[in-house]
Every structure is written in structure tokens, then in C-alpha cells.
């Protein structure tokens, strides 16, 4: 005669709320009506809704001007939402105060921004070692990723000595350094030929993958967009999954 099975107790069912398996379904990131505007009264985010699931890598692509970069800062909280929430790894930033805040996105975000921000007075080793130093993390990782983004023996070179994809290059590296949780990237390839643009590519994805991490990279690049595993188009109405001709 079959077995019944046993009711669950509710120590079981606390043990399996606590299991892996569900920790692992919460998202990355959630932002539930995200809405910002500028002085000029322009909405350039309304009420977006968006998850990104752990370990999944996302592009979002769409046209100039359309806020993709304004998204990312306010993720990164370079810059603050008018209204909506925004969970990050399950926790809700309105929650916290500046300094949890801060904390929580320094150990777990990494940010390549459009326009680099590398830091002028230190060497190239001293920009990428920065967010490993702020986590107390070892700093021998600085000189191992400057050689992965195809800048051996320059470490000690200041950034006024590097064009703009080195530059460039010299910024994944220091977003990758401490394996943050969760990845951001503004237009990572934008200053690089297509050959460096996709070890880059590669690196990023290599990365991703061997921590577990998620990541999303905003792209005008049909083949950098290719390479994540979903394809978002951001409008004005909203962030929508591209359709095959949007970036194949
Ligand atoms: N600090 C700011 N003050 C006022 N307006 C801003 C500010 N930052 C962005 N904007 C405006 O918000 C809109 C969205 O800008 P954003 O930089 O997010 O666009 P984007 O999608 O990243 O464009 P691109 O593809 O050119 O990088 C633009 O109209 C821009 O002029
Ligand atoms: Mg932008």
C-alpha cells in the first residue's frame, strides 16, 4: 500500500522558506513605478516597472535622450526617484538611511558609467584597486583584471596616458574588482573597436557567470546587445523586450 504523506509540519515549513532554493527566486533588482523627471517638467521615467532575476544579464537598448542612462544612476543612486520603490537583492532603498544605503550599494554594485569617472591623480592599478580597498578586499585582483582588459604593464601609468577605450577598459575593470552582486553598464564598448569590443564582451560575460552575478548593460551596439541573455527596449511607455529585427 502507497505511503500518505506525512503533514508538514510548521518547522519544515519554516525550514523550507529558508532553503536556497527559495532565497534564489529573489530578484536582483525590482523597481516598482520608478518615475523621474527633470526641472524642464519632462517625465523621462513613468511609473517603470522592471525585475531582473538573480544571475541574469539584461540589455537594455532605445533611443538617445530616451532615459537609459537616468535609469541606471537611479539604481545606482546617483540619482534620486521622484516616486516609486526600488528593491535591490531583495532589500527596498527607501528603507534604508544614506549611509545603509550607500554601504549596501558599495558592496553590492558594480558601475562602468558612460563617461568613465577614473579618478585623474591615481594610477591606473590605484582606480581599479579603489573598490577593494573600500570593501577590504584583497588588492592583488587590480593587477590581474588590468591584464584581462588588455592592459598589461600599465599599471602604474596615470589615466592622462590612455586614450578613451583604454580608458574605457581601465573602468570594466575597476567594476569588476570586487564581483559585485550586480553589474551596471552604460554603453561599456561604446569607444572600442569591434575586435576589443568583443574580448570585452567575452570578459564581461566570464565574469558574470563565474560569480553568479547579474548585470545590466546599456547598448547602442546590435552585437554587444547580443550577447546578454535578454534584450529590453526602453521608451517612453516603458521598458518592452526587443523584437528579433530591434538588435539581431
Ligand atoms: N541632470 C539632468 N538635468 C536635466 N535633464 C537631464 C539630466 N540628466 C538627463 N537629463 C535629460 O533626461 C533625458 C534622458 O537622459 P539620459 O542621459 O538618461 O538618456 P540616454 O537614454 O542615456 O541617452 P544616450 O543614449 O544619449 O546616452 C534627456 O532628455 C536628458 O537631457
Ligand atoms: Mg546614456
Known sequence: MPSLPLPQTAGQRDAALRSPAVAATTPALECRGL?????????????????????????????????????????AGLDAP???????DGVAMSGLDDDA????????LGFIFQAFHVLPHLT???????????????????RQLLDAVGLPGRAGDFPRQLSGGELQ????????????RLL??????????PDTAADILALLRDEIRASG???IMVTHSHAAAASADRVLV???DGLFPARGGDFA
Open 35 to 75: 518615475t523621474k523627471s527633470y526641472g524642464n517638467g519632462r517625465i523621462v521615467l513613468d511609473h517603470l516597472d522592471f525585475r531582473l532575476e538573480a544571475g541574469e544579464y539584461v540589455a537594455v537598448m532605445g533611443e538617445s535622450g530616451v532615459g537609459k542612462s537616468t535609469f541606471l544612476n537611479l539604481i
Open 82 to 88: 521622484d516616486g516609486g520603490e526600488l528593491l535591490i
Open 101 to 108: 544605503a550607500t554601504l549596501l550599494r558599495r558592496q553590492k
Open 124 to 142: 591606473l592599478e590605484q582606480n581599479v584597486a579603489l573598490p577593494l580597498m573600500l570593501n577590504g578586499l584583497p588588492l592583488a585582483r587590480a
Open 169 to 180: 577598459r581601465v573602468a570594466i575593470a575597476r567594476a569588476l574588482a570586487h564581483r559585485p
Open 184 to 193: 551596471l553598464a552604460d554603453e561599456p564598448t561604446g569607444n572600442l573597436d
Open 213 to 215: 552575478a547579474s548585470a
Open 234 to 236: 526602453l521608451t517612453r
